[in-house]
Nanobody, 124 residues
Framework: QVQLVESGGGLVQAGGSLRLSCAASGRTFSSYAMGWFRQAPGKEREFVATINWSGRSTYYSDSVKGRFTISRDNAENTMYLQMNSLKPDDTAVYYC?????????????????WGQGTQVTVSS
C-alpha cells in the first residue's frame, strides 16, 4: 500500500551538498519507519540512514555520520536525506525504503517497500 519515488540525485563536486527526496503515497505513511540505502557499482547495497515513524529517532552508518541528515515530513508524505561534505566514495544509486514496523532498522531485508533509486555522483 506504499509507493516510493526518489528524486534529487545528480552530479556534484567533492565537498559539495545534495538533498534527496522520497515522495511516498499511502494512507499509513506516518506509521512507517523509513530508510536510505545505497549501492555503488560492483558493490552490495549498504545501509545509509534510518528514521522512525515519528522522526524523533535516527541512526546513521559510520561512513556518513556527521555529514548526512535524515528527516521526514509526515504531513507531506516525504522523507529527505541532506548530504553535506560529499566524497567520491558517496557515489552510488540511493534507494528509499519503508517498513510498516515503525521502528528503524539497518537491515534492508526488513524493508518491503522500495523506490527505483536516484543516482548520486561525486567528482574528485
Amino acid at each position: 500500500q506504499v509507493q516510493l519515488v526518489e528524486s534529487g540525485g545528480g552530479l556534484v563536486q567533492a565537498g559539495g551538498s545534495l538533498r534527496l527526496s522520497c515522495a511516498a503515497s499511502g494512507r499509513t505513511f506516518s506509521s512507517y519507519a523509513m530508510g536510505w540505502f545505497r549501492q555503488a557499482p560492483g558493490k552490495e547495497r549498504e545501509f545509509v540512514a534510518t528514521i522512525n515513524w515519528s522522526g524523533r529517532s535516527t541512526y546513521y552508518s559510520d561512513s556518513v555520520k556527521g555529514r548526512f541528515t535524515i528527516s521526514r515530513d509526515n504531513a507531506e508524505n516525504t522523507m529527505y536525506l541532506q548530504m553535506n561534505s560529499l566524497k567520491p566514495d558517496d557515489t552510488a544509486v540511493y534507494y528509499c525504503a519503508a517498513t510498516n514496523n515503525g521502528l528503524p532498522s539497518t537491515r534492508e531485508a526488513l524493508y518491503p517497500y522500495w523506490g527505483q533509486g536516484t543516482q548520486v555522483t561525486v567528482s574528485s
